[in-house]
């Protein structure tokens, strides 16, 4: 049944790129301030950014890489879902790591506070401003610096764009470790900045095992390097091993802290080989409990191969095919399942999800379902799953939450969010990653609402701590969640957290109001 469908994908919607990036947005004055909707939010003792500051900055990285402009400075004070806006008054683009450290070295010694960015793709506020610090952005920090074909181990700068960095990479035949959505803005040094998980953490691991090396410029002076001192440059990067033993492994600590402990300028990383074989199946269900069951079946039927196992509902995939005009070749169900299969024998890998699909369909467990063997069926596939963030943008505003539950509350996050909202919402979707348990819970209403806002948090924060799940799987915690991590974390580890960003940036300016709690 499974192999008469198999090949049968609808082929009249088109693949399509997409860009999770506010860069450029002409519409980014129309979002609120953040200063102005977050109003018990104040403003640091920092200093205000001068004249000589922006003639220093030039001296460094010349006129064209220090942006004053308010019309150039638009997308990089607001986030690309249009939700926080910043009022920075410049962006630095320095190319090297001796630019950045006297860039950061300067603002340690004027106390200006600083915004690290890449490819402000986030979903937290994490990237943007929250007041008028100076933006460092790393896009310009853009070179693959080398590839290591034999222990399989890339060097690159920060600024290098994920897809970029995965289609080199294929050309020694090898991959990067992760995969997201905005793979064709986000850069390497965000997502290690964020710790972005993506679509097969489940088959290659997070990033706290695939970094092994980085290079960091950390807010504190070092004399040494220039008459007015430059900021000190923390080298992660040799010997950027698969096995380095030698005391406290600190690049652990950069890794999702945010930009709030120093600016990641360099990153060494594993990367697996290149499948010669990916399967995907597109699989429709009618209760959540067969979701559950298809999960644990693949991981018994597919066990070496499986790469991904990605799970919808049915109004995600409605938000997606009726706001982006896109087609699911499998008549609508309650929920929907993406299973893929990576390895290096394409029969035998296609023979053992055919058989594996054929036996659910014919035990019941799924009800429809199709399977793509080829790139181009399955780039018309992944669109149903990958581009949802955006068409939920298309309802308005989207109260967007990343949250990590047991199974058996998994799904239930959704429902209950449902009955509290009711009629208030425009609509309450559940999609994400099921095989690490990454639930993304999204909210929208046609716009910002204040009451809505109140009733989703911090209940739904309290909801998930009594149901022993984290408020944040893989988007972080950033300006818009940093006051809830109490729910997640134990006063001690909090206090532990306070105490390491005290070491790291004594004078406070990185990243301020983000990540951390308010004291």
């Known amino acids: 049944m499974l192999r008469q469908i198999s090949r049968q994908i609808k082929t009249g919607q088109k693949s399509q790129k997409f860009?999770?990036?506010?860069?450029?947005?002409?519409?980014?004055?129309?979002?609120?301030?953040?200063?102005?909707?977050?109003?018990?939010?104040?403003?640091?003792?920092?200093?205000?950014?001068?004249?000589?500051?922006?003639?220093?900055?030039?001296?460094i990285l010349g006129t064209n890489?220090?942006?004053t402009q308010e019309d150039e400075l638009n997308g990089y004070n607001t986030d690309w879902l249009k939700t926080v806006r910043g009022q920075s008054k410049i962006v630095l683009k320095p190319k090297t790591t001796q630019e950045m450290a006297e860039v950061v070295g300067h603002c340690v010694r004027r106390k200006l506070a600083i915004c690290p960015q890449g490819g402000?793709?986030?979903?937290?506020?994490?990237?943007?401003?929250?007041?008028?610090?100076?933006?460092?952005?790393?896009?310009?920090?853009?070179?693959?610096?080398?590839?290591?074909?034999?222990?399989?181990?890339?060097?690159?700068?920060?600024?290098?764009?994920?897809?970029?960095?995965?289609?080199?990479?294929?050309?020694?035949?090898?991959?990067?470790?992760?995969?997201?959505g905005a793979k064709g803005s986000c850069n390497i040094g965000g997502n290690v900045a964020t710790n972005a998980g993506g679509l097969r953490l489940l088959?290659?691991?997070?990033?706290?095992?695939?970094?092994?090396?980085?290079?960091?410029?950390?807010?504190?002076?070092?004399?040494?390097?220039?008459?007015?001192?430059?900021?000190?440059i923390l080298d992660f990067m040799t010997p950027g091993m698969k096995k380095d033993n030698t005391g406290y492994d600190l690049k652990q600590l950069f890794i999702g802290a945010e930009g709030t402990l120093g600016i990641i300028t360099k990153v060494a990383l594993a990367c697996p080989p290149k499948p010669e074989a990916i399967n995907l199946a597109y699989l429709g269900l009618e209760?959540?409990?067969?979701?559950l069951v298809t999960f644990q079946k693949a991981k018994e039927f597919l066990g070496e191969i499986l790469s991904s196992c990605e799970f919808m509902d049915g109004e995600a995939v409605d938000c997606v095919t009726d706001n982006l005009n896109l087609s699911s070749p499998i008549e609508r169900q309650p929920f929907y399942m993406m299973i893929e299969t990576s390895g290096s024998n394409q029969g035998h890998d296609e023979e053992k999800l055919s058989q594996f699909l054929e036996h659910l369909l014919e035990n019941g467990t799924i009800v429809d379902g199709t399977m793509a063997t080829s790139p181009s069926h399955q780039q018309q596939l992944w669109p149903l799953r990958e581009r949802i963030s955006e068409a939920l943008l298309h309802d308005g505003y989207c109260y967007k939450y990343d949250i990590s539950l047991p199974f058996d509350s998994f799904y239930r996050s959704v429902d209950v969010m449902?009955?509290?909202?009711?009629?208030?919402?425009?609509?309450?979707?559940?999609?994400?990653?099921?095989?690490?348990?990454?639930?993304?819970?999204?909210?929208?209403?046609?716009?910002?609402?204040?009451?809505?806002m109140d009733k989703i948090e911090p209940y739904l924060y309290q909801w998930i701590s009594e149901n022993k799940g984290s408020i944040s799987a893989e988007h972080g915690l950033g300006f818009k969640k940093k006051d809830f991590m109490h729910f997640s974390k134990c006063p001690v580890s909090i206090s532990a957290m306070h105490q390491i960003k005290q070491v790291f940036d004594p004078y406070m300016i990185m990243n301020p109001y983000k990540v951390l709690p308010s004291t």
């Not at 222990?151 to 997201?180: C, F, N, R, Y």
């Open 65 to 67: 890489r220090v942006l």
């Open 120 to 180: 402000n793709t986030g979903l937290v506020g994490g990237s943007v401003p929250v007041f008028d610090e100076i933006i460092i952005s790393t896009n310009l920090m853009d070179k693959i610096e080398n590839i290591d074909v034999h222990s399989g181990v890339v060097q690159t700068q920060a600024g290098v764009i994920l897809e970029k960095l995965d289609s080199e990479l294929g050309e020694h035949g090898l991959m990067a470790p992760l995969d997201l």
């Open 203 to 232: 088959r290659y691991g997070s990033l706290h095992a695939t970094v092994l090396g980085l290079e960091v410029v950390l807010p504190t002076l070092d004399n040494t390097k220039s008459k007015t001192g430059s900021a000190q």
């Open 19 to 59: 860009y999770y990036s506010s860069e450029g947005n002409n519409n980014a004055s129309l979002v609120p301030l953040t200063a102005e909707r977050y109003q018990n939010v104040k403003r640091g003792s920092y200093a205000n950014l001068e004249e000589k500051d922006v003639k220093f900055f030039e001296s």
């Open 287 to 291: 209760s959540f409990d067969q979701v």
């Open 418 to 452: 449902k009955a509290r909202l009711g009629d208030d919402i425009v609509r309450c979707v559940g999609f994400g990653h099921l095989g690490d348990g990454n639930m993304h819970l999204n909210i929208t209403s046609k716009t910002y609402n204040q009451e809505i």
